[in-house]
């Protein structure tokens, strides 16, 4: 078993780093106070193929795997958590199930310009009435001769607005349950197609999160992504992959506790001594670097499943799990450990510990991880 | 002449191993063993507690015959008609190592219409001046220097070559070194002559300036070295002295030359004369923005010193690149360095830690600045310099008679 | 039009710490990086080749984790990358260095422009430059910071001076040492990096396959020797004044004054 990286991996982790350090890091603090969505790190990132990083050259992507991904939004998240997952969500979310269940035609038409980084995906599943109960979908499909008719409301949306590509999932037969529901792939600009306002949130304020509504939005056919029926399987299997995103996110976040936590821990004096000789701080250390070393094994290895094509629904689930809990209770000790300044908005850590929360939340819940870890480990 | 590991003493304490400035040195199944990183420098010799690491003495070349040449030449250094001060720095050092060897100390003086400058060098210490004059020499180009320099190098061997480190200094003996195939060390910043083996020792720092190394060029001459500006001093100017001026030609029809220099363009507000500088006051990230360089150049005009930067304080905008001192900006060599607001990286210290005295005023008491400052002081900067300036006025007024 | 760039892969020497307990760098975990002025000059190569069209061929003499270092170039655009490696090579100084890498510059041939960086942070001598152009008879300008114009038959350049900068034009073939004033290196691409190490091959040469004298090459070249290396005397921990800022900074002033530093 090795554990070490290649060297082409330990050149991507290099690039995602300088990158990170050069790029994002600058503006992570004023983005997040102001919201703005970073366009421009966007088209950087596009610029060198992170938009497309394990989708083959045939396609338009980078010819990278998933391991490299996975850095990526590790690295990336560690600077700011809200670029992060808007490379996640368009990466895993938006362009990843055109590539697995999209047609030759479908994949030219979206998931090209999506790899390419040409144009923004998203994922839209989640409604004000089905969030963890995923199979209570009530927008709907409706098929009117070469056309479906949509529906609806989508909420919470991540690349809500900014994304030109957008996976949603409708119901066209509610008799068939969860064996009704269908995913299509929505343009923005269609009819019919409309967003609410950019949601205020907690953290990662600078992601843009918004309502999706769908009144008689009329599209082709052949917008539909696999057969009628597969939606409730197409989204479950890319969330599996896409909680791979999320728990690098989280990892990234985590590793940026620990970071601050060192550098304050060495800098600031207290009883004329730096407070990392105190065993108190010592051991918060001690934990938070043993736990998200533990994360990153986790990550690295439901990333290097996936790329082995082997079965990794399970491990992702763990991942996703233990990542972001692991972010959340670290970043609240390095708050902690950085005592009252650690409050100030001066500091980054406030900020770290505000987009740690949603990691525990969004692409299922840390009650669904366990579920879906329990569910196979009692099979 | 090689580093040798007796396999056979060696006991795997691995102490050689962090030993070696350039990783040259692996453990292989509990021995030590040296790989192609190798420079010879033997620090290793002396950290082995069982000594088994040894050199191996190769046998010297029998082709080379340095004791023919003699003689310490320095090049003076022109432009446009002025001598650069280097070049008296030069004759200053050079002046010592030709008392020591016992042998004549001369000046190479190349260009067009300069012989003005040559009672100067004599001033300065040269006892000869070596003039090559052309039209073609008026402005430095790397052919047709080279082409004069080696020529007459050829013709007199000289032991010894002294050459100012500046733009255009690195651009012409590196090309002088290569056409002679002799030894050239850069950036020296002590020289001394082994008398026994008539041989010179040129110190300089390596690794971005955190090691020193000592280098010899034991078979081949000359022997060259280049010298920054502000290091090595100039002797009092004996304006009575005189010397030898000996003319040389330069045959222009067997230069090939391939530049042209089309323009020369002075940069106003690029000159910061850090090196040269007597007093030198610099500010690191923790002096803030604006408010903080008013603060600094302040105080050096109150101490009649330059303003210095750390690389910090550059890379966040607050004074431009001319102004950084450190591994990766000037060396400076002042009677007085005040750092305020610098951590005292290595990188940064690398660059002053030559100053006599240095100062350091930061916020941060574990800050490393205070482990080679000769005085410190733990205060926020902005409330610490203020109260500096007022007592320097304060002591300058009782200075008034 | 071919150009070839010079690269070293040299320790991170802007990162190195000082260990205080041992009076010696430490030099473990310590990241091997392209020489930063060297990422400029392929920079402008890689630039040059896809404004003009023409191939950039990255060399560089090394140890054999060197390879890493060619890979970046590859990864950032070099179209090809060789790596001068043999134990033949080891403690060369810069006269046998660039010796060496003339005897490879000639086996690649056909080159109208050698960009290399100023100077390594590990060695700082600014020599191998230089010196290459010398082997190879080439005119060579230093400290260049931007490129005018550029054409078959020779190139203008600014080259920076102490106190401002001249334009030199230098016919080609041609040896230009590069600044980091130059340019700002991209960041190689993910599909760059894929490429590097999965499509192309680093060509590894040897003393013997440039026909290389065993004379001029290695220690034996070498007409410097490095005699002894030393940390630079630390000089110890002075006084730290204490009292108000004022009591400190009279104490300070008195100091100086007796110093005669005012």
Redesign the interface.
Known sequence: MDFALSKKHEMFRTLFQDFAMQEVAPLAAEIDESGEFPWLTVKKMAALGFLGLPFPREVGGAGADNLAYTMAVEEVSRACAATGVILSAHVSLGAHPIYQFGTPEQKTRFLVPQAKGEKLGAFALTEPNAGTDAAGQQTTALLDGGEYILNGSKIFITNGEVADIYIVFAMTDRSKGLKGISAFVVEKGTPGFTFGPQENKLGIRASSTTELIFEDCRIPATNLLGKEGDGFKIAMQTLDGGRIGIAAQALGIAQAALDESLRYAKERQQFAKPIGTFQAIQWMIADMGTEIEAARLLVYRAAWLKDMRKPFSKEAAMAKLYASETAMKHTVKAIQIHGGYGYMKDYKVERLMRDAKITEIYEGTSEVQRMVISASLLK | ??VIIDKNKCVGCTLCV??C?F?AIDMVKGIAVI?????????CLEICPVTAIYREEEQACEECTPQSYQGVWVFAEQRQGQMLNIAYELLGEGKKLAGALGVELSAVLIGADVSNLAPDLFAYGADKVYLVEDKELE?YR??TYTAAFVSLVKKHLPEIILMGA???G??L???V???L???????CTELSVDLEERIL?QTR????????????????RPQMATVRPGVMKKITPDYQKSGQLVRESYHSQEVTV??????????AG??VNLEDAK?VVSGGRGMGSAEGRALLEKLAAK?GGVVGASRGAVDAGLLPSAHQVG??GKTVHP??YIACGISGA??HV?GM?GSQ???AINK???API??????????DVH??VP??I???D???AKKQP | MKIVVCIKQVPNTTEVKFDPKTGTLIREGLPTIINPEDKNALEEAVSIASRVGGQVTALSMGPAQADYALRETLAMGATEAILLSDRAFAGADTWATSYALAKAVEKIGEYSLIFCGRQAIDGDTAQVGPELAEHLDIPHVTYVRRIVSLDDKCVVVERALEDGYEVVECQLPALLTTLKELNVPRFPSASGIVTAFDEKKVQVWTAEAVGADPAKIGLKGSPTQVKRTFTPPVKGTGKILTGTHKDAVQQLVQELAAKQLL
């Not at chain 2, 390596?206 to 078979?219: D, E, H, K, Q, S």
């Open positions: 002449m090689a962090p030993a400035p990783a790989n192609d990183q190798c420079t010879l420098c033997g620090a402005l790397t052919e500046t733009n255009i690195r651009d003996a590196p090309r070194a290569g056409r195939v002799t030894g050239l060390t850069a950036d020792l720092p390596a690794f971005g300036g955190n090691l020193m190394a000592t280098i010899l060029c034991p078979a081949h391939r530049t042209i220099v089309r323009e020369i363009v002075k940069e690029k000159v007093i101490l591994q990766t009677k007085l290595i990188q690398a830690q005295v240095i100062v941060n008491p574990a205070f482990k080679v400052a000769d005085y410190g002081i733990v205060g409330q610490v109260l500096l007022a007592a320097i304060e002591q300058n």
